[in-house]
Nanobody, 123 residues
Framework: QVQLVESGGGLVQTGGSLRLSCAAS????????LGWFRQAPGKEREFVAY????????LYADSVKGRFTISRDNANNMVALQMNSLKPEDTAVYYC????????????????WGQGTQVTVSS
């Protein structure tokens, strides 16, 4: 079956960095775009970043542009999110997901999700 497993979350101080990874299985990885979303307590799950199957298209939420970088390793079925200059408002559970169709910033465009990894940024 299709699986996505995130890792790399943790506690970091304001201004610090973390690198999230997501290992995928159950699909021909290189055929699919992937996205990262996040959900803070009491808030809706929101789009963070997207990378297309051929890596030509990368999209970022305005709130993370210039600080976060999405990348993928098709040989190892992995997608990563490098997060720099972290702020307390980046605190959330981060999820990776397989893109299916539609607008890549919308939750409905994704069909399989990981279980999430917690990122906490202390002030």
């Amino acid at each position: 079956q299709v699986q996505l497993v995130e890792s790399g979350g943790g506690l970091v101080q304001t201004g610090g960095s973390l690198r999230l990874s997501c290992a995928a299985s159950g699909r021909i990885f290189s055929n699919y775009g992937l996205g990262w979303f996040r959900q803070a307590p009491g808030k809706e799950r929101e789009f963070v970043a997207y990378i297309s199957a051929n890596v030509r298209i990368k999209l970022y939420a305005d709130s993370v542009k210039g600080r976060f970088t999405i990348s993928r390793d098709n040989a190892n079925n992995m997608v990563a999110l490098q997060m720099n200059s972290l702020k307390p408002e980046d605190t959330a559970v981060y999820y990776c997901a397989f893109y299916r169709s539609g607008g890549a910033t919308a939750r409905a465009a994704y069909d399989y999700w990981g279980q999430g990894t917690q990122v906490t940024v202390s002030s």
